[in-house]
């Protein structure tokens, strides 16, 4: 026969017997080991999608900037778009290439504008047009 000493649960408010929460040590143990989720990958900031040689499409991530404008490297860091101005008169170069200096390999371009957004044209011996637009 088993002796309890203490009530077991406590009364609510209203009075009312409330019985604890039975758990079994296996119950408890197999909660302990649960994984802790998996982080939610954060969203891309450009895609750039296109029939292109080599291959620069995937998903662009912020990087940082360069030269007074904002960087943004591809998931696998084999690509970088990026962009830079040249005074007198100011004129914007964007640019999609493996590196953030001027490129000696193939690489894509779209002139005198700020904005990332748009197609970009092969240079260099480059081919096809790559497209720059935001994430669904």
């Known amino acids: 026969m088993v002796k309890i000493r203490e009530p077991l649960g406590s009364h609510d408010a209203s009075g009312t017997l409330r019985a604890p929460p039975i758990y ?9 080991r649960k994984p802790p989720p998996a982080p939610t990958p954060a969203a891309p ?4 999608t296109g029939t292109v040689t080599p291959d620069c499409t995937g998903d662009y991530f912020y990087a940082g900037d360069y030269g007074g404008m904002p960087s943004y ?5 084999a690509y970088s778009l990026w962009g830079t101005f040249r005074p007198p008169p100011i004129f914007f170069l964007l640019l999609i290439s493996t590196t953030l200096t ?6 894509w371009a779209k ?14 011996g ?3 047009i790559a497209t720059v637009s935001l994430p669904p």
């Open 111 to 124: 002139g005198l504008s700020p904005n990332f957004l748009g197609n970009y044209g092969p240079q260099l």
């Open 73 to 77: 490297k591809r998931q696998d860091s």
């Open 102 to 107: 001027p490129p000696t390999d193939p690489w």
């Open 45 to 48: 900031d450009f895609i750039i």
């Open 126 to 128: 480059a081919i096809g």
């Open 24 to 32: 079994s040590k296996s119950f408890i143990n197999r909660q302990a």
